[in-house]
């Protein structure tokens, strides 16, 4: 069991130089202030423990001391941070997830500590604007040589201009101020931190133009500036950062993406979505060999999707919806052997889906709903032998269905669940072959969700296992017949839509013992008789349509 209050023989241990009380349940006890006595302590670590109350003053007499976390104890807080004023030899100082609300010089406070700290992390601490200056440089007083990391996040109360003297801290190499409601413009004295290897500013108000300077940092490998108001293109100087890793553009208004992002050969994550990107996808994409993470999505980018995206053979994740991508699909696209989800929704995307598509073995997440994609499902795509959801509705298919399908369905011979778990079909348009006139059982394998809606589908609807199914839309077809009896052992079912067919039959009553349904539409069919009599309280129904 953890343990609920500390114990007061440790008072005796006079010799303590290292403790570490972390991650245990102290269920919201103070810190006690005999921790205070403890002169020759060096190391204290009382982070994520339960800790509730004032911040112990007591804590400034712990003059040896070098680390210090406080984090993660969300009940803790403290009016003032005098205390701090005699540990002249603490390198390291994580208050975050602390209260802070009423410390008003907070910078003041930390100033006796500053000219030894090396780590300061005060996120999510409630810091209020007093004590920050938004001049170009610091007040005099401050001695930040020493300051390699700095850690202001989640400090939403701030709300000031984007603190120009921060980016003369040169000595920085980890810098982040997201969610700190920081507005302003991105200052060309960024190019200072040329030491720096994280910036982070996502979740602000920062606007204007990403400047050239921000390319000297050529150490970073972690770059956030996502949720902010840049726009502008991508500089051209950018493509000297060489060692970057991580970089986040996404939620911004930037409109340009040019060549020279092929030069960012180390990065695996590149976060673009939501901007105002326009045209052609640079071909230096394909130089990005160790991307394994890439959105492109809900953006303006027209155009083919290159020959040399075949070349980012580590990829795993692409999400290109909501563009204006067009032509046809390359062929070398199946070179992406480990892709796991692709969606490329909502584009202009034409022509067959390529061959090469059956090479993607380790797809699980398909979605090209939306485009203009022709033809039949190839054959191949029963090879996706990974696959657990595949939407390709609006589109205009318009032939059978490829007979390696099925055996996406089959059973898992460990987890004892089908491959694919969600299948979107609607809009296919399949008329041509008379066996997709009438779908065939599906009662073998195991899905989670259905969509069949607005085809031509006809007969009775389709035999089916509906023990794990969430969501089932048949509607905007011509199923006849009467709705099967096995949709009683739809336990978890929220969906249940196939209005505008030719069902008949009396609504069964077996609906009323669905405490998952959430939807129930059976309008525009030929049903008879009443409402069945067995309604309760323990329905979750929101919308019925029996129109």
Not at 80 to 99: E, P
Not at 200 to 215: A, Q, R, T, W
Not at 491 to 506: A, D, E, L, P, R
Request: hydrophobic share 40%; net charge negative.
């Amino acid at each position: 069991m953890p343990p609920s209050k500390l114990n007061s023989s440790l008072i005796q241990l006079h010799h303590l130089k290292h403790l570490d009380l972390s991650m245990n349940n102290f269920n919201d006890s103070p810190i006690p202030d005999f921790i205070g006595s403890f002169a020759n302590l060096e190391y204290l670590n009382l982070s994520n423990a339960g800790f509730s109350g004032a911040i112990p003053h007591t804590f400034g007499n712990l003059s040896c001391l070098h680390y210090l976390d406080l984090s993660s104890n969300y009940n803790l807080q403290s009016n003032d941070l005098r205390w701090l004023s005699r540990m002249t030899s603490l390198h390291y100082l994580d208050l975050s997830g602390g209260n802070l609300f009423k410390v008003d010089g907070w910078l003041h406070d930390i100033n006796s500590v500053l000219s030894s700290l090396r780590v300061l992390k005060l996120s999510s601490a409630k810091l209020q604007v007093g004590g920050i200056y938004a001049t170009t440089n610091p007040p005099h007083y401050l001695n930040f040589t020493s300051l390699r990391v700095l850690d202001l996040s989640g400090n939403d109360l701030l709300e000031i201009t984007l603190l120009q003297w921060l980016f003369n801290l040169t000595s920085l190499v980890h810098l982040d101020l997201s969610g700190c409601a920081l507005y302003g413009k991105l200052p060309v004295t960024v190019g200072n931190l040329n030491s720096l290897r994280v910036l982070c500013l996502f979740n602000n108000y920062v606007g204007g133009v990403i400047p050239e300077s921000l390319g000297n940092l050529g150490s970073l490998e972690n770059l956030d500036l996502s949720y902010n108001e840049l726009n502008g293109r991508i500089p051209d100087s950018l493509s000297n950062l060489t060692n970057l890793v991580y970089f986040d553009l996404s939620n911004n208004m930037i409109g340009k993406l040019s060549e020279s992002i092929g030069r960012l050969q180390k990065l695996v994550e590149f976060h673009l979505s939501n901007n105002q990107i326009q045209g052609l996808m640079p071909a230096s994409i394909g130089d990005l060999r160790n991307l394994q993470y890439l959105d492109l999505s809900q953006n303006m980018i027209s155009g083919a999707i290159p020959e040399s995206f075949g070349n980012l053979t580590v990829l795993q994740h692409f999400n290109g919806a909501e563009n204006y991508v067009s032509g046809k699909l390359p062929e070398t696209i199946g070179n992406l052997v480990h892709l796991q989800d692709l969606d490329l929704s909502q584009n202009a995307i034409s022509g067959k889906l390529p061959e090469s598509f059956g090479n993607l073995s380790q797809l699980q997440y398909l979605s090209m709903q939306g485009n203009g994609i022709t033809g039949g499902l190839p054959e191949h795509v029963g090879k996706l032998s990974s696959l657990l959801e595949l939407d390709l509705c609006n589109n205009n298919i318009n032939r059978t269905l490829p007979k390696g399908m099925g055996n996406l369905c089959k059973q898992h011979p460990l987890h004892g669940f089908g491959y694919l778990s969600s299948l979107f079909l609607a809009m296919f348009s399949i008329y041509q072959i008379t066996i997709w006139r009438r779908l065939p059982t599906l009662k073998n394998y195991t899905f989670h969700r259905i969509d069949l809606s607005s085809n031509r589908f006809e007969g009775p609807l389709p035999e089916l296992d509906p023990s794990f199914l969430l969501v089932i839309y048949l509607n905007n077809n011509s199923f006849s017949g009467s709705i099967p009896s096995y949709f009683a052992n739809a336990t978890y079912i929220q969906v249940f839509s196939v209005s505008v067919n030719h069902i008949n039959g009396s609504i069964p009553s077996f609906f009323c013992n669905l405490t998952t349904l959430k939807l129930l539409d059976i309008s525009n069919n030929d049903m008879s008789g009443g409402l069945p009599n067995c309604w309760n309280s323990a329905s979750a129904l929101e919308i019925i349509n029996f129109i």
